[in-house]
């Protein structure tokens, strides 16, 4: 049995494969098993069904938010459709379920993937365009895609949304917050995984190539336009994913939800998580999805003392206040967001007490 | 026959709304080359201003107008220096994401402080104002706003073609590393530019107020209708602006009237997607986009 080592003493890499290991120690293996024991063993007996239900949220936010982190941090095109994308899977899951009558687990991925085929399409221009050409070519996806979920009456049934099916795994009925827990945070372990191995391949290697310049990928002979419409593709199939397990959680859905401000929630989750950072997607999604718990509940406590509703405070304008400030504190002070500051935490725990 | 005149009349005049609305947007854009998501916000914020002072100070008219002016002047100048200074150099993603970020603080004091109504102006501007055509009646409204808008457009058009800081910004937006070497303050330019762009906002904003009542949200969403007409329009081009918003106008009332009012919304942004697939840079852009 090979030893056990818990603290890198040194940049000692010989080769590639060192380079990219996920784990440099064993001490990182043993927190993640740790963290996963904590996550599936205690969190849903402990927790409240409210905890339970912000959990979720956070989950689901938080596959979006990777997918998107795919696109912005790793191959530096910046969509504004995501939102979109996200109802897109929602819907397709939601007229597969009903109208074809498929299983949850084929109507997830199947979701994914009519998301994933949404978002090439809007990404088509990124062939010709790029920066904020592309930028404001995405802008105009999400406002024709709004539409389409609103006045294609005969497939979305526009305004009065659709009711969904109970979901069914394995012959058993996923209802309620605690199985949905389950099903969701599988499905982020499962989604984190692949996004960190998606990185360690050529493909990663070579949407991050796109980012750092362009040209000289092109020069390298990496065919930008077909890596550009697969991270398009990968992080829509993430959106729509998502997506699609938000409507069997929800049970009901409208076109409302996805709006612009939706994308612009999942930017945010990844500038404020740290782009180009898998952590800090989540660390990202986590921030926005408790900001607006607190939110919420600071209305109501507000609104319960009846002394500001005259006043026209209201979730709305907190809200947005709380939400911009936010955004623009980070971008000004910590533009690398909450990654930066959790690798700075952890080094100076590792270092202590000499940490300079 | 008639329902084509008033349909026309309407284009033009909405068209040229959003023409004002994207020309402060167009001078932000063409010296600093930043996408600015907040101007919706900038309009709305001189539309409130404007409704302070008048309702509530009781002002006159005119001094309100120029007090909104001279406050949207310097609230654009403030944006410039506390936020988007330090992030000259940074990455296209960190600037748009800031302009957001602006936009919804922007939209929370508003709402804090208006809520999401409608107010109104008093009204102020003379009956006799309107024009009678036949059958075709121009609203007292349209003939002002056309009137200032044609006004302000002469007015930045001198200012650019003559003026030294007009010259200078002109001078930043064709080439930033020669304006700089040749001794143009960069910085201030920025800074000028925000102001000015504000102060134009401001005035559309006002303008905007007195033909459709003043609600945070409907505002702020006409900020979003820029995009379609500045990339039309091109995005470096004050004309362009005006000529971009006159046919987006047209094109908005025209599918109204004839195919069916629930287009209205989504036909600018269809058109926004078949321009930027076949002509990026726009009517009168200057044809030099980076093409991957």
Known sequence: MRRFSFHACGNFKESYAQ????????????????????????????????????CNMI???????????????????????????????????????????????????AAGFMAALTGMVFGIPSGRLKG??????????????????????????????????????????????????????????LVTWMTKNIMRTRFGRAFIAIRDNDRAAEGMGIPIFPYKLLSFGISSFYAGFAGAIWAFYMISITSEPFTLGLSVEYIAMVIIGGLGSIPGAIFGAVFITGLNEILRWLTDIFMSMGMATGFGLNMASLRELAFGLAIVLFILFEPKGLAEIWRIVRSNFRLWPFSY | MDFFIQLLVNGLSIGLLYGLSAMGFVMIFKSSSVLNFAHGELLAMG???????????????????????????????????????????????????????????FKGILLFFFGGNLHTYPEFLPAGLGVQFGNVFIPPVYVASSFIGIV????????????????????????????????????????????????????????????NGINVHEISAIGLKVFPVVILGGLDSIGGAIIGGIIIGLLETFTCGYISPSLRDVVPYAVLVCILLIKPYGLFGLAEIERV
């Open chain 1, 19 to 54: 380079e990219i290991t996920i784990f440099e120690t064993d001490f990182g293996r043993f927190w993640l098993l740790a963290g996963l024991a904590l996550l599936f063993g205690v969190l849903p007996f402990v927790g409240s069904p409210y905890f339970l239900y912000v």
């Open chain 1, 59 to 109: 989950g689901i936010a938080a596959i979006a938010a990777l997918g998107l982190n795919i696109l912005i941090g790793y191959t530096g095109l910046i969509s504004l459709g995501h939102g979109a994308f996200f109802g897109v899977g929602a819907y397709a899951a939601a007229i597969l379920a009903t109208r074809l009558g498929l299983p949850f687990w084929v109507c997830v991925p």
């Open chain 1, 132 to 189: 904020l050409y592309l930028t404001i070519a995405t802008l105009a996806g999400q406002f024709i895609i709004e539409y389409l979920l609103v006045h294609w009456e005969s497939l979305t049934q526009g305004t009065m949304g659709i009711v969904l099916p109970e979901a069914t795994l394995f012959g058993l009925v996923i209802d309620g917050d605690r199985p949905f827990f389950y099903v969701i945070f599988t499905c982020l372990v």
């Open chain 2, 47 to 105: 539309a409130f201003f404007f409704l302070v002072l008048t309702t509530w100070a009781g002002l006159p008219i005119y001094l309100a107008f120029l007090l909104t002016l001279a406050g949207s002047f310097v609230l654009g100048f403030a944006v410039e220096r506390l936020f988007l200074r330090p992030l000259i150099g940074e990455s296209l993603i960190f600037v748009i994401m800031l302009t957001v970020g602006l936009a919804s603080i």
């Open chain 2, 152 to 211: 302000f457009l002469v007015l930045f058009g001198l200012f650019f073609k003559f003026s030294p800081q007009g010259i200078f910004m002109r001078s930043v937006a064709d080439n930033q590393t020669a304006a700089l070497s040749l001794g143009v303050h960069v910085k201030k330019v920025f800074a000028l530019s925000w102001a000015i762009a504000a102060m134009v906002a401001g005035m559309s904003g006002i303008v905007l107020g007195v033909i």
